[in-house]
């Protein structure tokens, strides 16, 4: 029975190893077989498919800590992208978990955050890493090789899902006549560049900080095989950005996918980044930094930040009065500065409102960074006008030129069979109005909840009472994006006044466009406001566009509560758009009427008149958009009527020109 009993351990044993080598062959033979060969492939279409792996990929050596920059930065991806798993690649596993830093990222995160025990590489093809650095280097084409992905520095700030750039083998920063930068890097695991890459360490050069990492490569295989890599000049932030970033404070960054902070090169700039002393800059950094903070206190993560000492409060009244100072010793021609008078400004400084906790700094910042802007406040919550009525009131009659404030009449649209139509000079015709949703905030108070609920409130109406297709802009390729952009139907990216305000939050998550299945109704959600209504059709026949958008406004009224104040009309964002908010335009080209005629007409005739693709954009190819200035004190039918009359008159004119020549 002994006998019999070792024999059948004996055979159990065999058993066992049997099976780990079949396991181990098969695994081996599947990475083979899914290997993929990128010998034809092009890195500026792409593949219709998403072939890099959503995995984000840091590496950590030496240190039993994390800094506050890559704390914030790491949060960054997980907020701003999503990825699948997040692995941090490490030879301090154990001292790590205990640290506060990484217990946050595990309670946010959860199982998708994943630390990997990594010996730190100490020589490269039988030369020694003169420093951690250059391992750090080497470690990032292994785990690429290996596991294929998406390499981080710990110092990147992920602003947008990187999605689009998972198309291609190989995506690398790569600034106009710069070298690479190897900080951010999105790759398939047999991308042809990582092992020639790899290749160039047998001429390692120790005592040269960016050869290997960035030179080389960029200089012995990418000048050569462009074609290897698809180029991201820009959107990654890779070049120094420093004076952007702890300079001033930057609204481009919004519109990049990745910046990299530099937060180890202390000879670009002077700035603590410590958790207890980020904010005193009054910077860039600090935006991004409280964008991640809020993130955390909106899903009740419990995270206190630390501060030094009780000056945290009198450090930001410090800033805000540096900011005023500055700003007021400006010529600026703004209507902030017209109307923010010494008894104004004592008046709403300490001033909040109810739910939102909105203050005077939250009302009039875009104003401070921005001081070549022509209003220069926004309102962050509805209660705003209210509480800020001080500033707001002439700010809004000086813009909608009232001698005399007179309420918003109530809301009037008209027999719509009253409403004319333009000729073949119009190329197209469109009417928008804007309209927030009761139980929100506005712009710069949303938070990613807010911003998700909406969302979902919206979309909810919108499948179930109109026939359309409702298209989230973080899932659109770059190809939609870019016929929905030259079609006009997309908003564009937000501009440097919106993100001055504090809005722009999140950007581009929660927000989409819905398109009617004709594509005369346009639905925009959780842009500038909460909901851009658009009707629109080529050619000039205005009453069917006003039509439509009648009846669209119509059907969501019965579903959504809209904001409505008994003094000041539908409230938005912005108080030039408030009252009706409805703008009615028309693209057209003028065939004698001059620049300098149209435009002076225009303003006798109440027309504004912006560039081809709307506000704050060039004119192309001499086509201009016209349409309504007032929008506040009218109704509806009448805002639409001014500007049939406007442009018709306008037309007669450059007719009349042209019969005169």
Not at 387 to 395: E, G, H, M, T
């Amino acid at each position: 029975m002994i006998k019999r009993g070792k024999l059948a351990c004996f055979l159990l044993i065999i058993l066992v190893l049997v099976t780990v080598y079949i396991y181990r062959l098969q695994v081996e033979i599947l990475a083979r077989v899914s290997s993929t060969d990128f010998a034809s492939f092009d890195n500026e279409a792409g593949s219709s498919q998403l072939i890099v792996p959503n995995v984000v990929h840091y590496v950590h050596f030496d240190k039993d800590s994390l800094s506050f920059v890559s704390f914030v930065c790491m949060l960054s991806s997980w907020y701003n992208h999503k990825p699948s798993l997040i692995y941090l690649h490490t030879n301090v596993k154990s001292s790590l978990q205990k640290t506060r830093y990484i217990r946050t990222i595990k309670s946010v995160v959860g199982t998708r955050f994943k630390i990997r025990e990594m010996n730190k590489p100490t020589h490269v093809f039988g030369q020694r890493l003169s420093s951690v650095q250059h391992s750090s280097d080497v470690a990032r084409l292994k785990i690429l090789m290996k596991y294929g992905g998406i390499y981080l520095d710990e110092d990147v700030f992920v602003v947008k899902n990187l999605n689009v750039y998972r198309h291609y083998e190989c995506s690398i920063g790569w600034p106009e006549n710069q070298n690479i930068g190897s900080q951010v890097i999105l790759a398939h695991k047999d991308a042809r560049i990582l092992p020639m890459w790899l290749q160039l360490y047998r001429e390692y050069r120790p005592t040269m900080w960016y050869y290997n990492a960035g030179e080389a490569p960029t200089k012995l295989i990418l000048q050569e095989r462009p074609d290897l890599i698809h180029r991201v000049k820009t959107d990654f932030g890779v070049e120094n950005l420093s004076d952007e970033l702890y300079g001033r404070h930057w609204s481009g960054w919004i519109n990049r996918y990745t910046v990299h902070l530099l937060s180890s090169h202390k000879y670009l700039h002077n700035t603590s980044l410590e958790e207890n002393k980020f904010n005193r800059c009054n910077c860039t950094f600090a935006t991004l930094a409280n964008q991640i903070l809020a993130n955390l206190k909106d899903e009740h993560i419990d995270f206190e930040l630390k501060t030094s000492g009780s000056d945290a409060r009198g450090n930001r009244e410090f800033e805000f009065d540096q900011q005023l100072k500055t700003f007021l010793s400006t010529n600026s021609s703004s209507l902030l500065k017209k109307y923010l008078t010494a008894h104004t400004l004592k008046t709403l400084r300490n001033l909040k409102t109810n739910v939102y906790g909105s203050t005077l700094e939250d009302v009039i910042r875009t104003g401070l960074v921005n001081p070549d802007s022509s209003v220069g406040i926004f309102a962050p919550d509805a209660e705003a006008y209210k509480v800020f009525r001080d500033l707001f009131l002439p700010v809004i009659m000086d813009y909608h030129r009232m001698e005399t404030f007179q309420s918003q009449p109530e809301s009037n649209w008209g027999d719509t069979k009253d409403i004319g139509r333009f000729g073949k000079e119009v190329i197209s015709t469109r009417i928008r109005i804007a309209r927030s949703i009761s139980g929100f905030p506005l712009n710069s108070k949303m938070t990613r909840k807010h911003l998700r609920k909406l969302e979902m409130k919206v979309t909810s109406v919108l499948k179930t009472h109109f026939r359309g297709e409702y298209k989230p802009i973080d899932k659109l390729s770059s190809q939609e994006k870019k016929k929905l952009l030259d079609d006009h139907l997309l908003f564009e990216e937000c501009d440097r006044f919106t993100v001055g305000g504090g809005g722009c939050s999140f950007w581009p998550q929660h927000r989409g466009i819905f398109l009617s299945t004709d594509r005369k109704l346009v639905i925009w959600v959780n842009e500038e406001d909460h909901l851009r209504i658009i009707s629109l059709e080529n050619g000039g026949d205005l009453q069917s566009v006003y039509t439509r958008l009648v009846n669209a406004v119509t059907k969501l009224d019965k579903h959504l509560s809209f904001v409505h104040d008994p003094e000041f009309g539908f409230l938005t964002f912005c108080p030039t758009n408030i009252g009706t908010t409805l703008r009615a335009s028309v693209h057209l080209q003028f065939s004698s009427l001059s620049p300098e005629e149209m435009k002076e007409q225009s303003r006798k005739l109440g027309l504004q008149v912006r560039g081809t693709a709307g506000e704050h954009t060039k004119v192309q190819g001499g086509i201009y958009d016209l349409s309504n200035r007032r929008r506040f004190g009218i109704t509806e039918f009448q805002a639409v009527s001014e500007m049939f009359r406007g442009v018709s008159t306008l037309l007669t004119l450059d007719r009349k020109k042209e019969e005169s020549r």
